[in-house]
């Protein structure tokens, strides 16, 4: 793992963040989205998936109740189409959705001395969040990071001028990586199933709360044991790698890149594989890839389930 020290902090501009605000705002992602909404109403932040009607992942978002409305932190290249989609199922819920990149930025922070030296208080439980006016934070995972989001001209969550933007991204994505968690871009929408991308060892699912968009297809992958396909964590070779890429290994296994980034001579990544060789169809991915799974900071399951 690499040292927090050595990590860039500070706003991350290829996120963005779409809020929800209204009498019926809750409820309605309570509809949509695979984890339970009520918690963020009990003042704790929230992972999920939000699916298609096949129990396709169209995105993975991290929900945080900020004052001003329920924030859907995302990737900003898949936030103008999960906003489009959204909007149609809206119907006579009271619930507005909007595309919060004038009012609301998100920051990465690493460690709790760094969010203390923001004037920010430290949330002491994993998934609570707090804020002070008007800026909150919420823990990520289990690594020391957080969240920090509020208007774009507080200080900590100002554009860097200094051109750092590009680092403070490899960062926080290589990070990501590191902890095993996922995120869907938008050359990975719709390619998988929220197992698949390990959402049931990262709370990301609640198997309890009812009916959602894309319920059916998790709920019955779940308890009928099928599934082939898991996230791993890799170093492959370095080279152009891409997310989305069809990738064979040597032992055999196929799948597709999750998340990948360069690091010196080598590259991290996130990859969906399958449990057995050949399972896939992946006839334009390269062969024979000589990649390392590297440990996850979580246990997988044995077998296919």
């Not at 119907?91 to 203390?116: H, P, T, W």
């Not at 779940?222 to 990738?247: E, M, N, T, Y």
Request: include cysteine; aromatic fraction near 6%; charged fraction near 20%.
């Amino acid at each position: 793992m690499i040292s927090s020290a050595a990590l860039a902090a500070g706003r991350l501009p290829h996120l963005g963040i779409l809020r929800f605000s209204g009498a019926d705002a809750l409820s309605f992602l309570q509809g949509q989205v695979s984890n339970d909404t009520t918690r963020l109403a009990q003042g704790s932040s929230l992972f999920a998936a939000y699916s298609s009607p096949q129990g396709r992942v169209l995105a993975l978002i991290y929900l945080l109740p900020h004052s001003s409305g329920i924030a859907a932190i995302m990737p900003r290249e898949v936030l103008p189409a999960t906003l489009e989609r959204l909007k149609k199922f809206v119907l006579r819920a009271k619930v507005k959705i909007e595309d919060a990149g004038e009012s609301l930025a998100v920051a990465g922070c690493y460690g709790e001395d760094a969010v203390r030296g923001l004037g920010l208080a430290v949330p002491d439980a994993p998934g609570r969040y707090l804020e002070h006016n008007g800026v909150g934070v919420a823990a990520v995972g289990s690594e020391h990071r957080y969240w920090v989001i509020g208007d774009p001209a507080e200080s900590a969550l100002r554009l860097p001028s200094d051109g750092s933007a590009e680092r403070i991204e490899h960062d926080w994505r290589l990070a990501d990586i590191h902890a095993g968690l996922p995120q869907i871009y938008a050359a990975t929408s719709e390619a998988f199933i929220a197992q698949m991308l390990n959402l049931d060892r990262l709370d990301g699912i609640s198997f309890t709360k009812g009916c959602y968009t894309g319920q059916e297809i998790i709920a019955r992958t779940q308890h009928l044991g099928r599934i082939k396909r898991r996230l791993f964590r890799l170093s492959l070779p370095a080279g152009a790698w891409r997310v989305g890429q069809p990738l064979q290994l040597d032992d055999g296994r196929q799948g597709r890149i999750v998340d990948v980034i360069a690091t010196g001579a080598k590259t991290e990544a996130l990859a969906v594989l399958s449990l057995e060789p050949g399972a896939d169809d992946a006839a334009s991915a390269q062969s024979g890839v000589p990649a390392e799974v590297l440990p996850l900071p979580y246990a997988l399951p044995t077998g296919r389930a």
